[in-house]
Protein backbone atom coordinates (compact mmCIF):
# COMPACT_ATOMS: atom_id res chain seq x y z
CA UNK A 1 0.00 0.00 0.00
CA UNK A 2 2.75 2.22 0.18
CA UNK A 3 4.26 1.32 -2.92
CA UNK A 4 5.69 3.67 -5.38
CA UNK A 5 4.70 3.10 -8.95
CA UNK A 6 8.55 3.77 -10.11
CA UNK A 7 9.09 0.28 -8.67
CA UNK A 8 6.34 -2.25 -9.92
CA UNK A 9 3.73 -0.14 -11.96
CA UNK A 10 0.14 1.09 -10.72
CA UNK A 11 -0.97 -0.30 -7.23
CA UNK A 12 -4.27 -1.89 -8.47
CA UNK A 13 -7.43 -1.81 -6.06
CA UNK A 14 -10.44 -4.37 -6.08
CA UNK A 15 -13.84 -3.89 -4.91
CA UNK A 16 -12.94 -4.90 -1.41
CA UNK A 17 -10.34 -2.71 -1.16
CA UNK A 18 -7.24 -4.70 -1.28
CA UNK A 19 -4.38 -2.76 -3.35
CA UNK A 20 -2.19 -5.21 -5.61
CA UNK A 21 -0.50 -5.95 -8.03
CA UNK A 22 -1.10 -4.90 -11.50
CA UNK A 23 -1.59 -8.13 -13.01
CA UNK A 24 -4.59 -8.52 -10.90
CA UNK A 25 -5.99 -5.28 -13.59
CA UNK A 26 -5.20 -7.95 -16.66
CA UNK A 27 -6.64 -10.54 -14.82
CA UNK A 28 -9.88 -8.80 -14.23
CA UNK A 29 -10.07 -7.37 -18.20
CA UNK A 30 -9.63 -10.08 -19.17
CA UNK A 31 -12.25 -12.84 -17.18
CA UNK A 32 -14.52 -9.91 -16.89
CA UNK A 33 -14.56 -11.12 -13.10
CA UNK A 34 -13.98 -9.12 -9.99
CA UNK A 35 -10.94 -9.96 -8.15
CA UNK A 36 -11.24 -10.09 -4.44
CA UNK A 37 -8.77 -9.90 -1.24
CA UNK A 38 -8.33 -13.43 -1.69
CA UNK A 39 -6.76 -13.23 -4.99
CA UNK A 40 -3.33 -11.60 -4.08
CA UNK A 41 -0.58 -12.57 -1.97
CA UNK A 42 2.75 -11.65 -1.23
CA UNK A 43 5.78 -12.99 1.15
CA UNK A 44 5.47 -10.44 3.14
CA UNK A 45 1.58 -11.18 4.07
CA UNK A 46 3.07 -14.78 4.32
CA UNK A 47 5.80 -14.51 6.84
CA UNK A 48 3.07 -11.95 9.12
CA UNK A 49 0.35 -13.99 9.23
CA UNK A 50 3.12 -17.01 10.17
CA UNK A 51 4.15 -14.58 13.02
CA UNK A 52 0.91 -13.63 14.49
CA UNK A 53 0.40 -17.52 14.55
CA UNK A 54 3.48 -18.30 16.05
CA UNK A 55 2.75 -15.30 19.24
CA UNK A 56 -0.46 -16.78 19.53
CA UNK A 57 1.10 -19.82 20.59
CA UNK A 58 -0.45 -22.04 17.55
CA UNK A 59 2.49 -23.86 16.66
CA UNK A 60 2.81 -25.54 20.34
CA UNK A 61 6.13 -24.54 20.41
CA UNK A 62 7.62 -26.21 17.66
CA UNK A 63 10.67 -24.46 15.63
CA UNK A 64 9.10 -22.49 12.85
CA UNK A 65 10.24 -23.47 9.35
CA UNK A 66 9.87 -22.37 5.79
CA UNK A 67 8.98 -25.67 5.11
CA UNK A 68 6.25 -26.72 6.43
CA UNK A 69 5.00 -23.38 7.90
CA UNK A 70 5.36 -21.12 5.35
CA UNK A 71 4.45 -23.59 2.47
CA UNK A 72 1.37 -24.57 4.16
CA UNK A 73 0.47 -21.13 4.54
CA UNK A 74 1.10 -20.69 0.83
CA UNK A 75 -1.20 -24.05 0.15
CA UNK A 76 -3.97 -22.77 3.00
CA UNK A 77 -4.08 -19.28 0.77
CA UNK A 78 -4.52 -21.45 -2.75
CA UNK A 79 -6.99 -23.39 -1.36
CA UNK A 80 -9.04 -20.45 0.83
CA UNK A 81 -12.74 -19.09 -0.93
CA UNK A 82 -13.15 -21.75 -3.76
CA UNK A 83 -16.48 -22.61 -4.28
CA UNK A 84 -17.60 -24.15 -7.41
CA UNK A 85 -14.53 -23.37 -9.49
CA UNK A 86 -14.00 -25.34 -12.81
CA UNK A 87 -10.16 -24.24 -12.18
CA UNK A 88 -8.31 -22.36 -10.25
CA UNK A 89 -5.09 -20.48 -11.90
CA UNK A 90 -2.40 -19.91 -9.69
CA UNK A 91 0.19 -17.69 -10.92
CA UNK A 92 3.54 -17.42 -9.32
CA UNK A 93 5.20 -14.21 -9.95
CA UNK A 94 9.00 -13.53 -10.39
CA UNK A 95 11.52 -15.95 -12.32
CA UNK A 96 12.84 -19.21 -11.34
CA UNK A 97 15.92 -18.92 -9.54
CA UNK A 98 15.02 -16.01 -7.43
CA UNK A 99 15.24 -16.21 -3.86
CA UNK A 100 11.84 -14.91 -3.06
CA UNK A 101 9.88 -17.42 -4.55
CA UNK A 102 11.27 -20.24 -3.64
CA UNK A 103 9.04 -21.27 -1.10
CA UNK A 104 6.06 -20.67 -3.67
CA UNK A 105 7.16 -22.99 -5.88
CA UNK A 106 7.68 -25.84 -3.41
CA UNK A 107 4.41 -25.06 -2.11
CA UNK A 108 2.88 -25.86 -5.85
CA UNK A 109 5.07 -28.88 -5.65
CA UNK A 110 3.65 -29.96 -2.72
CA UNK A 111 -0.03 -28.67 -3.88
CA UNK A 112 0.20 -31.22 -6.84
CA UNK A 113 1.11 -34.20 -5.16
CA UNK A 114 -1.77 -33.52 -2.45
CA UNK A 115 -4.70 -33.65 -5.08
CA UNK A 116 -2.64 -35.58 -7.40
CA UNK A 117 -0.70 -35.22 -10.74
CA UNK A 118 -3.63 -35.30 -13.06
CA UNK A 119 -5.66 -32.56 -11.28
CA UNK A 120 -2.76 -30.01 -11.81
CA UNK A 121 -0.95 -28.61 -14.76
CA UNK A 122 2.31 -26.97 -14.86
CA UNK A 123 2.41 -24.44 -17.37
CA UNK A 124 6.35 -22.57 -17.50
CA UNK A 125 6.42 -19.41 -19.41
CA UNK A 126 10.44 -18.88 -20.85
CA UNK A 127 11.65 -16.09 -23.05
CA UNK A 128 13.15 -17.30 -26.15
CA UNK A 129 15.26 -14.46 -26.55
CA UNK A 130 16.37 -13.58 -30.91
CA UNK A 131 19.77 -12.51 -31.70
CA UNK A 132 19.37 -9.83 -34.78
CA UNK A 133 23.37 -9.85 -35.07
CA UNK A 134 23.53 -13.69 -36.11
CA UNK A 135 20.03 -14.08 -36.85
CA UNK A 136 19.14 -16.66 -34.67
CA UNK A 137 16.55 -18.12 -32.44
CA UNK A 138 17.86 -18.94 -28.80
CA UNK A 139 16.77 -21.90 -26.80
CA UNK A 140 18.87 -21.91 -24.19
CA UNK A 141 17.53 -19.95 -21.54
CA UNK A 142 14.23 -22.12 -22.08
CA UNK A 143 16.44 -24.88 -21.23
CA UNK A 144 18.43 -23.76 -18.22
CA UNK A 145 14.89 -22.26 -16.34
CA UNK A 146 13.53 -25.97 -16.92
CA UNK A 147 16.60 -27.53 -15.57
CA UNK A 148 16.08 -25.18 -12.78
CA UNK A 149 12.37 -25.75 -12.36
CA UNK A 150 13.18 -29.81 -12.52
CA UNK A 151 16.22 -28.98 -9.67
CA UNK A 152 12.97 -28.28 -7.10
CA UNK A 153 11.23 -31.05 -8.67
CA UNK A 154 8.77 -29.53 -10.86
CA UNK A 155 8.36 -30.60 -14.20
CA UNK A 156 6.42 -28.61 -16.47
CA UNK A 157 3.76 -29.77 -18.76
CA UNK A 158 3.50 -26.81 -21.30
CA UNK A 159 5.97 -24.14 -21.74
CA UNK A 160 4.89 -21.34 -23.37
CA UNK A 161 7.45 -19.69 -25.72
CA UNK A 162 7.63 -15.81 -25.67
CA UNK A 163 9.29 -14.73 -28.28
CA UNK A 164 10.13 -11.64 -30.96
CA UNK A 165 9.09 -13.81 -33.88
CA UNK A 166 8.07 -17.59 -35.00
CA UNK A 167 9.97 -20.19 -33.68
CA UNK A 168 10.60 -22.57 -35.97
CA UNK A 169 9.90 -26.71 -35.78
CA UNK A 170 13.55 -27.26 -34.91
CA UNK A 171 13.91 -25.32 -32.64
CA UNK A 172 10.46 -26.00 -31.09
CA UNK A 173 11.72 -30.02 -31.45
CA UNK A 174 15.08 -28.88 -29.36
CA UNK A 175 12.53 -27.50 -26.38
CA UNK A 176 10.51 -30.35 -26.44
CA UNK A 177 13.68 -33.05 -26.66
CA UNK A 178 15.96 -30.91 -23.61
CA UNK A 179 12.73 -30.01 -21.38
CA UNK A 180 10.85 -32.87 -21.68
CA UNK A 181 7.74 -31.57 -22.90
CA UNK A 182 5.66 -33.09 -25.92
CA UNK A 183 6.21 -30.74 -28.81
CA UNK A 184 2.06 -30.08 -28.41
CA UNK A 185 2.64 -28.33 -25.66
CA UNK A 186 5.90 -26.46 -27.07
CA UNK A 187 3.37 -23.31 -27.13
CA UNK A 188 5.13 -20.19 -29.04
CA UNK A 189 3.60 -16.72 -27.92
CA UNK A 190 4.65 -14.21 -30.44
CA UNK A 191 4.74 -10.12 -29.72
CA UNK A 192 1.23 -9.12 -30.46
CA UNK A 193 0.33 -5.25 -31.56
CA UNK A 194 -2.44 -4.93 -29.07
CA UNK A 195 -2.30 -6.92 -25.68
CA UNK A 196 -6.05 -7.86 -26.69
CA UNK A 197 -4.96 -10.08 -29.57
CA UNK A 198 -3.79 -12.19 -27.03
CA UNK A 199 -6.58 -14.76 -26.64
CA UNK A 200 -7.07 -15.22 -30.48
CA UNK A 201 -3.37 -16.06 -30.44
CA UNK A 202 -3.08 -18.53 -27.80
CA UNK A 203 -6.21 -20.13 -29.74
CA UNK A 204 -4.55 -20.55 -32.88
CA UNK A 205 -1.72 -21.74 -31.15
CA UNK A 206 -3.96 -24.76 -29.45
CA UNK A 207 -3.17 -23.41 -26.17
CA UNK A 208 -6.70 -24.11 -24.82
CA UNK A 209 -6.96 -27.36 -26.65
CA UNK A 210 -3.64 -28.92 -24.83
CA UNK A 211 -5.01 -27.79 -21.12
CA UNK A 212 -8.68 -29.72 -22.00
CA UNK A 213 -6.69 -32.38 -23.27
CA UNK A 214 -4.59 -32.69 -20.24
CA UNK A 215 -7.16 -32.83 -18.12
CA UNK A 216 -9.27 -35.23 -20.46
CA UNK A 217 -12.10 -32.83 -20.84
CA UNK A 218 -14.25 -32.81 -23.89
CA UNK A 219 -14.89 -28.96 -25.22
CA UNK A 220 -18.49 -28.82 -25.57
CA UNK A 221 -18.02 -26.07 -28.29
CA UNK A 222 -15.54 -23.77 -29.89
CA UNK A 223 -14.83 -20.81 -28.09
CA UNK A 224 -15.89 -17.23 -29.76
CA UNK A 225 -13.88 -15.30 -30.19
CA UNK A 226 -15.47 -12.84 -32.22
CA UNK A 227 -15.80 -10.06 -29.49
CA UNK A 228 -11.82 -9.91 -29.40
CA UNK A 229 -11.46 -9.81 -32.65
CA UNK A 230 -14.07 -6.55 -32.84
CA UNK A 231 -11.74 -5.18 -30.92
CA UNK A 232 -8.75 -5.83 -32.93
CA UNK A 233 -10.30 -4.18 -36.01
CA UNK A 234 -10.72 -0.90 -33.95
CA UNK A 235 -7.68 -0.95 -32.21
CA UNK A 236 -5.69 -1.46 -35.16
CA UNK A 237 -7.58 0.00 -38.15
CA UNK A 238 -9.15 2.95 -36.63
CA UNK A 239 -11.90 5.28 -38.32
CA UNK A 240 -9.93 8.47 -36.74
CA UNK A 241 -7.84 9.09 -33.77
CA UNK A 242 -7.96 11.54 -30.48
CA UNK A 243 -5.24 13.10 -28.69
CA UNK A 244 -5.36 12.85 -25.01
CA UNK A 245 -3.08 14.34 -22.55
CA UNK A 246 -1.96 12.79 -19.45
CA UNK A 247 -0.17 15.09 -16.95
CA UNK A 248 1.15 13.29 -14.24
CA UNK A 249 4.46 12.40 -11.74
CA UNK A 250 4.88 8.50 -13.17
CA UNK A 251 4.35 9.47 -17.37
CA UNK A 252 8.03 8.50 -17.51
CA UNK A 253 7.23 4.68 -16.59
CA UNK A 254 4.58 3.23 -19.14
CA UNK A 255 3.25 1.29 -16.38
CA UNK A 256 2.67 3.43 -13.86
CA UNK A 257 -1.10 4.36 -14.82
CA UNK A 258 -2.42 1.00 -17.23
CA UNK A 259 -5.46 0.55 -16.11
CA UNK A 260 -5.88 4.49 -16.78
CA UNK A 261 -4.10 3.95 -20.40
CA UNK A 262 -6.30 0.86 -20.90
CA UNK A 263 -9.58 2.64 -20.21
CA UNK A 264 -8.99 5.36 -22.49
CA UNK A 265 -8.00 2.66 -25.15
CA UNK A 266 -11.93 1.29 -24.17
CA UNK A 267 -13.37 4.71 -24.46
CA UNK A 268 -11.79 4.99 -27.78
CA UNK A 269 -12.99 1.29 -28.57
CA UNK A 270 -16.41 2.47 -27.77
CA UNK A 271 -16.30 4.98 -29.96
CA UNK A 272 -14.76 3.64 -32.78
CA UNK A 273 -11.46 5.65 -32.63
CA UNK A 274 -7.59 5.43 -31.32
CA UNK A 275 -6.69 6.86 -28.53
CA UNK A 276 -3.23 8.83 -28.87
CA UNK A 277 -1.85 9.07 -25.22
CA UNK A 278 0.27 12.29 -24.92
CA UNK A 279 2.20 11.62 -21.70
CA UNK A 280 3.28 14.69 -19.95
CA UNK A 281 5.73 15.11 -17.16
CA UNK A 282 3.62 17.27 -14.63
CA UNK A 283 7.22 18.47 -12.78
CA UNK A 284 8.43 20.17 -15.80
CA UNK A 285 5.22 21.60 -16.99
CA UNK A 286 5.71 25.34 -16.23
CA UNK A 287 2.84 27.46 -17.15
CA UNK A 288 3.95 29.79 -19.41
CA UNK A 289 4.56 26.49 -21.43
CA UNK A 290 1.12 24.89 -20.98
CA UNK A 291 -0.66 26.50 -24.13
CA UNK A 292 2.58 24.99 -26.71
CA UNK A 293 2.63 22.11 -25.19
CA UNK A 294 -1.71 21.21 -25.38
CA UNK A 295 -2.44 22.74 -28.40
CA UNK A 296 -2.95 19.34 -30.21
CA UNK A 297 -4.61 18.09 -27.67
CA UNK A 298 -8.55 17.15 -27.52
CA UNK A 299 -8.79 16.61 -23.96
CA UNK A 300 -6.79 16.93 -20.89
CA UNK A 301 -6.89 13.68 -17.82
CA UNK A 302 -5.11 14.70 -14.56
CA UNK A 303 -4.67 10.82 -13.06
CA UNK A 304 -4.07 9.95 -9.21
CA UNK A 305 -1.03 10.88 -7.26
CA UNK A 306 0.56 11.56 -4.15
CA UNK A 307 2.75 14.29 -2.71
CA UNK A 308 3.95 18.67 -3.76
CA UNK A 309 6.08 17.64 -6.73
CA UNK A 310 4.40 18.93 -9.96
CA UNK A 311 1.18 20.30 -8.83
CA UNK A 312 2.03 23.48 -9.73
CA UNK A 313 2.11 22.40 -13.51
CA UNK A 314 -0.94 20.24 -12.61
CA UNK A 315 -3.11 23.19 -11.74
CA UNK A 316 -1.47 25.56 -14.46
CA UNK A 317 -3.41 23.01 -16.87
CA UNK A 318 -6.44 22.44 -15.33
CA UNK A 319 -6.61 26.54 -15.67
CA UNK A 320 -6.16 26.01 -19.19
CA UNK A 321 -8.39 23.49 -19.64
CA UNK A 322 -11.46 25.16 -17.60
CA UNK A 323 -10.58 28.40 -19.57
CA UNK A 324 -10.47 26.96 -22.40
CA UNK A 325 -13.42 24.73 -22.61
CA UNK A 326 -11.44 21.69 -22.69
CA UNK A 327 -12.88 18.30 -22.29
CA UNK A 328 -10.94 17.64 -18.18
CA UNK A 329 -11.65 14.67 -16.64
CA UNK A 330 -9.79 14.79 -12.78
CA UNK A 331 -9.40 11.43 -10.72
CA UNK A 332 -8.66 11.28 -7.27
CA UNK A 333 -5.48 13.27 -7.03
CA UNK A 334 -6.43 15.10 -9.78
CA UNK A 335 -10.31 16.30 -8.62
CA UNK A 336 -8.63 17.82 -5.67
CA UNK A 337 -5.77 19.84 -8.21
CA UNK A 338 -9.08 20.57 -9.83
CA UNK A 339 -10.72 22.48 -6.57
CA UNK A 340 -8.01 23.75 -5.30
CA UNK A 341 -7.52 25.76 -8.87
CA UNK A 342 -11.04 26.75 -8.61
CA UNK A 343 -10.80 27.69 -5.28
CA UNK A 344 -7.64 30.34 -5.91
CA UNK A 345 -8.54 31.49 -9.27
CA UNK A 346 -12.09 31.93 -9.03
CA UNK A 347 -13.08 32.09 -5.57
CA UNK A 348 -9.98 33.87 -4.93
CA UNK A 349 -8.87 31.83 -1.65
CA UNK A 350 -5.34 32.47 -2.56
CA UNK A 351 -4.20 29.62 0.51
CA UNK A 352 -5.93 27.41 -0.52
CA UNK A 353 -4.47 23.94 -1.17
CA UNK A 354 -4.49 20.77 0.45
CA UNK A 355 -2.88 19.74 3.79
CA UNK A 356 -0.93 17.27 2.17
CA UNK A 357 0.63 19.56 0.29
CA UNK A 358 0.97 22.50 3.21
CA UNK A 359 -0.06 22.32 6.64
CA UNK A 360 -0.63 25.69 7.12
CA UNK A 361 -3.00 26.43 3.92
CA UNK A 362 -7.20 26.81 3.87
CA UNK A 363 -7.52 23.31 3.10
CA UNK A 364 -10.27 22.72 0.74
CA UNK A 365 -8.79 19.63 0.79
CA UNK A 366 -8.10 17.71 3.70
CA UNK A 367 -8.64 15.74 6.25
CA UNK A 368 -12.38 15.40 7.66
CA UNK A 369 -11.06 15.72 11.45
CA UNK A 370 -9.77 18.99 10.34
CA UNK A 371 -13.09 20.60 9.87
CA UNK A 372 -15.33 18.24 11.61
CA UNK A 373 -14.51 17.81 15.15
CA UNK A 374 -16.64 14.73 15.96
CA UNK A 375 -15.55 13.83 12.39
CA UNK A 376 -15.28 9.36 12.46
CA UNK A 377 -12.29 9.13 9.80
CA UNK A 378 -12.63 6.29 8.13
CA UNK A 379 -9.08 5.64 7.51
CA UNK A 380 -6.13 5.56 10.24
CA UNK A 381 -4.41 8.90 10.96
CA UNK A 382 -1.18 9.01 12.81
CA UNK A 383 -0.72 5.19 11.90
CA UNK A 384 0.75 3.36 9.50
CA UNK A 385 0.81 4.58 6.22
CA UNK A 386 0.15 1.23 4.46
CA UNK A 387 -3.72 0.09 4.11
CA UNK A 388 -4.98 2.87 5.78
CA UNK A 389 -6.53 4.78 2.99
CA UNK A 390 -10.16 5.39 2.16
CA UNK A 391 -9.74 1.78 0.13
CA UNK A 392 -12.43 -0.45 -2.10
CA UNK A 393 -16.01 0.52 -3.39
CA UNK A 394 -17.55 3.11 -1.78
CA UNK A 395 -21.29 4.45 -3.13
CA UNK A 396 -22.22 7.63 -4.78
CA UNK A 397 -25.58 9.48 -5.43
CA UNK A 398 -25.46 11.39 -7.94
CA UNK A 399 -27.62 14.92 -8.68
CA UNK A 400 -30.65 15.08 -10.77
CA UNK A 401 -29.92 16.98 -14.30
CA UNK A 402 -26.36 16.77 -13.95
CA UNK A 403 -23.75 15.76 -16.60
CA UNK A 404 -22.55 12.88 -14.22
CA UNK A 405 -25.91 11.24 -13.90
CA UNK A 406 -26.27 11.29 -18.00
CA UNK A 407 -23.30 9.55 -18.42
CA UNK A 408 -23.84 6.78 -15.99
CA UNK A 409 -27.48 6.37 -16.09
CA UNK A 410 -28.45 5.44 -12.67
CA UNK A 411 -28.87 7.02 -9.45
CA UNK A 412 -26.27 5.69 -7.17
CA UNK A 413 -23.15 4.10 -8.20
CA UNK A 414 -20.31 2.25 -6.29
CA UNK A 415 -16.65 2.75 -7.64
CA UNK A 416 -13.91 2.06 -6.09
CA UNK A 417 -11.25 4.25 -4.11
CA UNK A 418 -7.59 4.79 -2.82
CA UNK A 419 -6.96 8.24 -1.25
CA UNK A 420 -6.28 9.79 2.68
CA UNK A 421 -7.71 12.94 1.72
CA UNK A 422 -10.99 14.83 0.65
CA UNK A 423 -12.80 17.49 -0.27
CA UNK A 424 -13.92 20.20 1.83
CA UNK A 425 -17.59 20.15 2.59
CA UNK A 426 -18.06 23.33 4.51
CA UNK A 427 -16.62 25.18 1.24
CA UNK A 428 -19.98 23.53 -0.87
CA UNK A 429 -21.65 26.93 -1.23
CA UNK A 430 -18.68 29.02 -2.34
CA UNK A 431 -18.18 26.84 -5.12
CA UNK A 432 -21.61 25.80 -6.49
CA UNK A 433 -22.15 29.76 -6.17
CA UNK A 434 -19.50 29.88 -8.76
CA UNK A 435 -20.76 27.03 -10.92
CA UNK A 436 -18.51 24.50 -9.57
CA UNK A 437 -21.56 21.47 -8.47
CA UNK A 438 -20.75 18.78 -6.49
CA UNK A 439 -22.71 16.57 -8.60
CA UNK A 440 -22.13 13.38 -6.72
CA UNK A 441 -21.95 12.45 -2.84
CA UNK A 442 -21.49 9.82 -0.15
CA UNK A 443 -25.22 9.53 0.91
CA UNK A 444 -24.22 10.56 4.50
CA UNK A 445 -23.70 14.07 2.42
CA UNK A 446 -20.55 14.35 4.10
CA UNK A 447 -17.52 13.54 1.78
CA UNK A 448 -18.30 14.97 -2.23
CA UNK A 449 -17.13 12.18 -4.38
CA UNK A 450 -17.82 14.14 -8.34
CA UNK A 451 -17.27 17.54 -9.02
CA UNK A 452 -18.38 19.42 -12.61
CA UNK A 453 -18.45 22.81 -13.89
CA UNK A 454 -21.50 24.45 -15.05
CA UNK A 455 -20.55 26.27 -17.79
CA UNK A 456 -18.31 24.19 -19.57
CA UNK A 457 -18.73 21.59 -22.26
CA UNK A 458 -17.35 18.22 -20.16
CA UNK A 459 -15.52 18.74 -16.87
CA UNK A 460 -15.51 16.47 -14.27
CA UNK A 461 -13.60 15.27 -11.27
CA UNK A 462 -14.31 12.11 -9.34
CA UNK A 463 -12.84 11.25 -6.07
CA UNK A 464 -12.52 7.44 -6.77
CA UNK A 465 -10.50 5.59 -9.55
CA UNK A 466 -13.06 4.73 -12.52
CA UNK A 467 -10.40 3.23 -14.49
CA UNK A 468 -9.84 0.02 -12.21
CA UNK A 469 -13.82 -0.84 -13.40
CA UNK A 470 -12.92 -0.78 -17.04
CA UNK A 471 -12.92 -3.38 -19.61
CA UNK A 472 -12.71 -4.05 -22.97
CA UNK A 473 -15.23 -5.45 -23.60
CA UNK A 474 -17.78 -3.46 -21.30
CA UNK A 475 -15.82 0.18 -21.80
CA UNK A 476 -16.05 2.56 -18.86
CA UNK A 477 -19.06 5.02 -19.56
CA UNK A 478 -17.35 7.66 -17.94
CA UNK A 479 -13.79 7.25 -20.47
CA UNK A 480 -16.48 6.75 -23.37
CA UNK A 481 -18.35 10.33 -22.46
CA UNK A 482 -15.16 11.96 -22.43
CA UNK A 483 -13.46 10.21 -25.31
CA UNK A 484 -17.03 11.64 -27.45
CA UNK A 485 -16.52 15.02 -25.96
CA UNK A 486 -12.57 14.97 -26.89
N1 LIG B 1 -2.92 11.95 -2.50
C1 LIG B 1 -4.33 12.03 -2.52
C2 LIG B 1 -4.97 11.44 -1.28
O1 LIG B 1 -4.37 10.65 -0.59
C3 LIG B 1 -4.91 11.39 -3.77
C4 LIG B 1 -4.66 9.93 -3.89
C5 LIG B 1 -4.94 9.39 -5.26
O2 LIG B 1 -4.93 10.12 -6.23
N2 LIG B 1 -5.15 8.10 -5.37
O3 LIG B 1 -6.09 11.73 -0.98
Redesign the pocket.
Known amino acids: GTMNPFQHGEVFVTDDGAETDLDIGHYERFSGISAKKSDNITTGQIYSDVLKKERKGKYLGKTVQVIPHVTDRIKEFIKSDIKNEDFVICEIGGTVGDIESLPFLEAIRQFSNDIGKKNTLFIHLTLVPYMRASDEIKTKPTQHSVKELRSIGIQPDIIICRSERNIPLEQRKKISLFCNVDIKNVIQTIDVKTIYEAPISFNNEKLDKQVLDYFKIKSKKSVNLNPWKKIIKIVLSPRKHVNIAIIGKYVNLKDAYKSLDEALVHGGIHNNLKVNLVRIESDNLKPTEIKKKLINVSGILI?????KRGTEGKIAAIKYARINKIPFLG????M?MAIIEFARNVLNIKTAS?S?LNSKCTPV?GLIHEWKKDGKTIRGTNKDLGGT?RLGLYEAELLNNSLIKSIYKAKSIKERH?????VNINFKKHFEKKGLIFSGNSPDKNLPEIIELKNHPWFIGVQF?PEFKSRPLSPHPLFSSFIKAA
Open positions: PGGFGICFGQSEVMRHRYEH
